[in-house]
Nanobody
Framework: QGQLVESGGGLVETGGSLRLSCTGS????????MSWYRQTTGKERELVAN????????NYGAFVRGRFTISRDNDKNILYLQMNNLEPEDTAKYYC????????????????WGQGTQVTVSS
């Protein structure tokens, strides 16, 4: 059974930076597309960014506007989200997601979620 554990959240002032990490275990990390989502109370979970298995293709939510960078280290099974120039509107719980596997034979499709890490940006 796959497991994802996020870390790196916290309280930061407007304009500050944070780097989130997500460590995967129990599955072949390098065969899974990885994503960061975020959610605030009363709102649907929204995609922040995703990255393909090899790390060469990325996509970002429109609200990112060049402030965040998603990356992965397949040797260490870690997904990152570098967040710069944070705004109060970025306050949310951030979740890591793994979707796959791709490029290998598998009996079925799997999707894993972490428990989330809270990011709070003060104005």
């Amino acid at each position: 059974q796959g497991q994802l554990v996020e870390s790196g959240g916290g309280l930061v002032e407007t304009g500050g930076s944070l780097r989130l990490s997500c460590t995967g275990s129990g599955f072949t990390f390098s065969s899974y597309a990885m994503s960061w989502y975020r959610q605030t109370t009363g709102k649907e979970r929204e995609l922040v960014a995703n990255i393909n298995t090899g790390g060469r293709r990325t996509n970002y939510g429109a609200f990112v506007r060049g402030r965040f960078t998603i990356s992965r280290d397949n040797d260490k099974n870690i997904l990152y989200l570098q967040m710069n120039n944070l705004e109060p509107e970025d306050t949310a719980k951030y979740y890591c997601n793994a979707d796959g596997p791709f490029g290998v034979a598998a009996p079925r499709h799997y999707e894993y979620w972490g428990q989330g890490t809270q990011v709070t940006v003060s104005s």
